[in-house]
């Protein structure tokens, strides 16, 4: 036993040796340049960002106000499984869809926006799709509630962000 913490012990030496002679080494002072491009995707600088941004809030804003409209009025028809719920359940569901397939090819000719404004985005239509699936299977189901409660938390990203820009729906 004695032999194996002494063992051990040399074997802890040696590593805090090794990281210390490795942490002084001079480290240049700049990295070397490389002619390939990172696979980060687009490289924006912020004031590119904030143009692309504002172009993107310009370019959603009526959808947005629409999609408002479109949930609205079908959330003043009653509660689930309420015949004025179930009348209307089949137009939202069009409506909806009709609205993802008009917004997604704006968001994807985006691609230099704030990651977390597209992000969020497509996080808010995301949760829409998986909502108008399961409602065109059927009717409400308990987790119908958590799909419409997530899509409004992620639709505050890009809410907030466009109304700092001063662009509202």
Same mark, same amino acid.
């Given at each position: 036993?004695?032999?194996?913490?002494?063992?051990?012990?040399?074997?802890?030496?040696?590593?805090?040796? @090794?990281?210390?002679?490795?942490?002084?080494?001079?480290?240049?002072?700049?990295?070397?340049?490389?002619?390939?491009?990172?696979?980060?995707?687009?490289?924006?600088?912020?004031?590119?960002?904030? @143009?692309?941004?504002?172009?993107?809030?310009?370019?959603?804003?009526?959808?947005?106000?629409?999609?408002?409209?479109?949930?609205?009025?079908? +959330?003043?028809?009653?509660?689930?499984?309420?015949?004025?719920?179930?009348?209307? !359940?089949?137009?939202?569901?069009?409506?909806? !869809?009709?609205?993802?397939?008009?917004?997604?090819?704006?968001?994807? +000719? &985006?691609?230099? @926006?704030?990651?977390?404004?597209?992000?969020?985005?497509?996080?808010?239509?995301?949760? &829409?799709?998986?909502?108008?699936?399961?409602?065109?299977?059927?009717?409400?189901?308990?987790?119908?509630?958590?799909?419409?409660?997530?899509?409004?938390?992620?639709?505050?990203?890009?809410?907030?962000?466009?109304?700092?820009?001063?662009?509202?729906?």
């Amino acid at each position: 036993m004695a032999i194996a913490v002494a063992a051990a012990i040399v074997l802890a030496i040696a590593a805090l040796v @090794v990281g210390i002679v490795d942490l002084t080494r001079s480290v240049p002072a700049t990295a070397p340049a490389t002619s390939t491009p990172t696979a980060l995707g687009p490289t924006s600088t912020p004031a590119d960002m904030a @143009v692309a941004n504002r172009a993107l809030c310009t370019a959603i804003s009526p959808l947005m106000a629409d999609s408002n409209r479109v949930s609205t009025t079908f +959330s003043n028809l009653g509660p689930a499984g309420s015949p004025g719920w179930d009348a209307g !359940k089949d137009k939202f569901v069009s409506d909806t !869809k009709d609205w993802v397939g008009k917004i997604q090819p704006v968001i994807d +000719s &985006r691609p230099d @926006v704030d990651p977390y404004f597209r992000r969020s985005l497509q996080r808010f239509i995301d949760d &829409r799709r998986f909502l108008i699936a399961d409602l065109e299977e059927g009717g409400w189901q308990p987790y119908d509630q958590t799909n419409w409660n997530d899509s409004l938390s992620a639709l505050n990203g890009p809410l907030n962000l466009c109304w700092d820009l001063g662009i509202k729906w």
